[in-house]
């Protein structure tokens, strides 16, 4: 599933490709593409959005217009949706799984919607302070706290068990025993992990591609992440997986210590 380096990448790569097209359905043109959280916003003009959330496994591709068709004009199956551009390519949504969300509307109405209503702040620019003040008197354990978006927007299980073991903090730490620095260490080891994925391409561990079709390269270089029984890349011992918050969670238990 996309997280926030796949959606930033997502985002950045569709700047360069579609920025100032018309997307011919609605004869509206591109002014400006952001992410929020885990999804895609497009800003067209007349005051409209067309935005994306990838969830499972959707995808953004810009493709020249009979591609990922079978010839006959039919498109593949997995297509949800094709715009055209007015270039004479298409920006399609591809979505195997299908648990992928489309919005079209006023900014105002799409703004609207719970998803974004109810976001916590972008985990890529948080500063310490605020995670200060999100983590201050909660309750629960941390890779729990790391996955819920109203509290950081962004992280999902690979980014969640990525950042722990680089700092050191096992998922199943109740938030409230942590020290000053173990939180400084958390807030360090967050924007390490999410920059060096971005700088890698974001992670293609299945079938999330760029807009331009290329996979990104962190999910050969991650540290923990679906690597049970194999060594810790710091102390060597055997990384364990355990269900934690209801998904696979990966950890070094001697360097995670509970
Ligand atoms: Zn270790």
Not at 63 to 70: I, K
Not at 129 to 154: E, V
Not at 226 to 244: D, H, L, N, T, V
Request: net charge positive; with cysteine.
């Amino acid at each position: 599933m996309p997280e926030l380096p796949e959606v930033e990448i997502t985002t950045r790569k569709l700047k360069t490709l579609i920025l100032g097209k018309r997307i011919l359905n609605f004869n509206r043109k591109i002014l400006n593409i952001e992410r929020k959280g885990k999804a895609i916003l497009i800003y067209l003009s007349g005051g409209k959005i067309l935005g994306f959330h990838q969830r499972m496994s959707g995808k953004l591709l810009v493709v020249g217009r009979a591609r990922l068709s079978d010839g006959q004009g039919r498109d593949d199956k997995h297509i949800r949706k094709r715009f055209k551009l007015s270039d004479g390519r298409d920006l399609v949504f591809h979505d195997v799984r299908k648990f992928g969300v489309i919005w079209y509307g006023t900014a105002k109405k799409v703004l609207k919607d719970n998803y974004f209503k109810t976001l916590g702040e972008d985990a890529l620019t948080a500063g310490l302070q605020s995670i200060k003040n999100i983590l201050l008197n909660r309750k629960g354990k941390i890779k729990a706290f790391l996955l819920n978006q109203k509290n950081l927007a962004g992280i999902g299980n690979i980014m969640a068990d990525e950042i722990l073991w680089k700092a050191k903090i096992h998922p199943e730490r109740e938030i409230k025993t942590l020290r000053y620095i173990e939180v400084k260490r958390l807030w360090k080891a967050l924007k390490f992990i999410l920059k060096k994925s971005i700088k890698l391409g974001g992670s293609t561990m299945r079938d999330w591609l760029h807009p331009g079709g290329e996979k990104g390269g962190y999910f050969k270089k991650r540290y923990v992440y679906g690597r049970e029984g194999q060594k810790c890349f710091r102390c060597r011992a055997k990384i364990s997986r355990k269900k934690i918050a209801g998904r696979s969670s990966y950890f070094c238990p001697r360097c995670q210590v509970l």
